[in-house]
């Protein structure tokens, strides 16, 4: 059984520009949560998203947008880079139900550096 | 409100000693409470989580205790290996759905 999968491993950019990331949930999970923890820090949640809308988000721009597709992977899209976005951007999955806080498993994680 | 503190901010401890860390939160809203390990180059990973209803959970070599009147939880790592050297986080989760961390703990175990 897989766990949560995340792509690219590593990813360089420059200010100005955009980048996509990916994620694929832990199989039978329908919940997707990301998260960005910049170095020795511990991670910041930027938004999750259930039934591919987004429940509910953190304190982050709107330069932060995500998508969640009907096989309940997702996509974090984050516009106009700066160099203060170079991070770990952590993907987490879980299973909703109803009145009870799930645990959130991880993937390892992109490392996106802003040039 | 919504902070997690938590302390020491690296940690030493000798092979076969016990291991410490401890967390303060304000948010009473929080119900859930997980302790995350994290090793360089990983995302974190879940290693013991507890509800406000206990006041200790105990898993293998590793136990939270929980404090709900003070606002404290802590990790006791019992017996620390240097296996177990690696960033530990605690954090507390609401009915909002997400997770509030705390700033991390470097655990290293001395041989």
């Known amino acids: 059984d897989a766990g949560v999968t995340q792509s690219p491993t590593h990813l360089i950019k420059t200010r100005g520009q955009q980048v996509t990331l990916r994620c694929s949930p832990k199989?039978?999970?329908?919940?997707v949560s990301w998260y960005q923890q910049a170095l020795g820090q511990g991670p910041q949640f930027i938004f999750q998203?259930?039934?591919?809308?987004?429940?509910q988000r953190g304190n982050f721009p709107d330069r932060f947008s995500g998508h969640q597709f009907p096989n309940y992977s997702s996509e974090l899209n984050v516009n106009a880079l700066l160099l203060g976005d170079s991070a770990l951007y952590l993907c987490?999955?879980?299973?909703?139900?109803?009145?009870?806080?799930?645990?959130?498993?991880f993937g390892p994680g992109t490392r996106l550096t802003v040039l | 409100q919504q902070q997690v503190k938590q302390s020491p901010q690296s940690l030493i401890v000798q092979k076969g000693g016990i291991s410490i860390i401890n967390c303060a939160y304000e948010?009473?809203?929080?119900?859930?409470f997980p302790w995350y390990q994290q090793f360089p180059g990983k995302g974190p990973a879940l290693l013991i989580a507890?509800?406000?209803d206990v006041s200790e959970k105990k898993e293998g070599r590793f136990t939270i205790s929980f404090n709900k009147s003070a606002k404290q939880f802590s990790l006791h790592i019992m017996d620390s290996q240097p296996g177990d050297s690696a960033t530990y986080f605690c954090?507390?989760?609401?009915?909002?759905?997400?997770?509030?961390w705390g700033a991390g703990t470097k655990l290293i175990i001395k041989p």
């Open positions: 199989s039978g999970h329908d919940t």
């Open positions: 948010n009473t809203a929080f119900d859930y």
């Open positions: 998203y259930y039934e591919e809308e987004e429940r």
């Open positions: 507890i509800r406000p």
């Open positions: 987490a999955s879980s299973l909703d139900l109803a009145a009870s806080y799930n645990e959130q498993f």
């Open positions: 954090a507390g989760g609401d009915s909002n759905y997400q997770l509030i």
